[in-house]
């Protein structure tokens, strides 16, 4: 998996590209946990170019997501599509989490 991290505003915005699975779960939760470390609060993940995500993935998400509500920071959601976007409606993401169809309208309400 392939993760790319820029700030953009007030959030950090990471493009993920790939599969993320149990293997490449570890390696986003820590690149979101070091970016918490440096203050930030609130991460737009596009998944514009994520090809599956796996429980491991969403256990990811969720872990980070309640690290944030601690700091008062949040994750927004934006390109869901296909299989991804499949298991995140069956999982109830869907209703936990802001989606917007693009990074760019999530990032004009973030």
């Given at each position: 998996?392939?993760?790319?991290?820029?700030?953009?505003?007030?959030?950090?915005?990471?493009?993920?590209?790939?599969?993320?699975?149990?293997?490449?779960?570890?390696?986003?939760?820590?690149?979101?946990?070091?970016?918490?470390?440096?203050?930030?609060?609130n991460?737009?993940?596009?998944?514009?170019?994520?090809?599956y995500?796996?429980?491991?993935?969403?256990?990811?998400i969720?872990?980070?997501?309640?690290?944030?509500?601690?700091?008062?920071?949040?994750?927004?959601?934006?390109?869901?599509?296909?299989p991804?976007?499949?298991?995140?409606?069956?999982s109830?993401?869907?209703?936990?989490?802001?989606?917007?169809?693009?990074?760019?309208?999530?990032?004009?309400?973030?």
């Amino acid at each position: 998996m392939q993760i790319d991290a820029t700030k953009e505003g007030n959030a950090i915005v990471m493009s993920l590209k790939g599969r993320l699975d149990a293997a490449a779960s570890s390696e986003f939760e820590t690149k979101l946990s070091d970016w918490i470390s440096k203050g930030d609060s609130n991460f737009l993940l596009n998944f514009t170019d994520l090809e599956y995500i796996s429980s491991a993935g969403l256990r990811s998400i969720l872990a980070t997501s309640k690290k944030l509500k601690e700091r008062n920071g949040k994750i927004f959601l934006a390109g869901l599509r296909g299989p991804v976007e499949e298991v995140f409606k069956i999982s109830g993401f869907m209703s936990i989490f802001k989606v917007f169809a693009t990074a760019e309208a999530a990032l004009k309400e973030i």
